[in-house]
């Protein structure tokens, strides 16, 4: 995947339906990306980057595109795909993921929580697939985590709305930054009547 000559947004999109890859010791953890934020560097109010901001934590996102960049909010882990050229530091939050395979595990990694509690938010899944935030500043494909964009899966229908838990940034609050599969029931925050079954979402 190309995440260097495009923009943030249109990388964001293009993520929904890539098959996401967990390799630990014991299982190797598989889901397909459902909803994404893009967050547009040192001008985007809500981005880590905001005005230039580069201190020891956020230096991954100032990396080449396809770096990852985890950073840990509410004691949960975030995991986010670095977007651009070295040094323009812009890039896409994986907020929720379809599980696939290590599903039984999942739910033990995340006490107990089955069918769409399992992985529907962006500290959720990282839980349930045992990431680490030692992958910070790691390459994408290079070590344990990975994404498979020949067997992945495309949305029927993609929509556009404003991010979550972005107040008070201006108009930075408002933009229409998150990227969900419509209708699949494991995007965050998914009101169940306009939900429907998994696979009526996809192509």
């Known amino acids: 995947m190309d995440f260097i000559n495009r923009t943030t947004e249109e990388i964001a999109a293009d993520l929904l339906g890539v098959k996401i890859i967990h390799e630990t010791d014991d299982i190797v953890y598989t889901g397909y990306i459902v909803e994404?934020?893009?967050y547009i560097g040192k001008h985007d109010q809500a981005a880590h980057s905001f005005n230039g901001r580069n201190?020891?934590?956020v230096k991954s996102l100032y990396c080449e595109g396809g770096t990852i960049y985890a950073h840990s909010m509410h004691k949960q882990l975030l995991i986010n795909f670095v977007t651009q050229v070295e040094g323009e530091p812009q890039g896409v939050l994986i907020r929720a993921i379809e599980p696939e395979h290590g599903i039984e595990?999942?739910?033990?990694?995340?006490?107990?929580?089955t069918g769409i509690e399992l992985t529907n938010g962006p500290g959720k899944f990282t839980q349930a697939?045992?990431?680490s935030k030692a992958l910070d500043g790691t390459k994408l494909n290079a070590n344990c985590l990975k994404i498979d964009t020949t067997?992945?899966?495309?949305?029927?229908?993609?929509?556009?709305?404003a991010r979550i838990g972005v107040p008070n940034k201006g108009i930075w609050t408002?933009?229409?930054l998150r990227f969900t599969v419509a209708g699949h029931?494991?995007?965050?925050?998914?009101r169940k009547r306009?939900?429907?079954?998994?696979a009526e979402t996809w192509k």
Do not use: F, H, W
């Open 55 to 57: 201190t020891k934590s």
């Open 105 to 113: 595990q999942m739910s033990l990694n995340r006490n107990g929580k």
């Open 174 to 176: 408002d933009k229409p």
């Open 129 to 131: 697939m045992q990431i």
């Open 185 to 190: 029931p494991y995007v965050s925050k998914a």
């Open 151 to 161: 067997n992945r899966r495309y949305p029927k229908q993609i929509e556009r709305s």
């Open 194 to 198: 306009d939900s429907l079954p998994c």
């Open 36 to 38: 994404t934020e893009a």
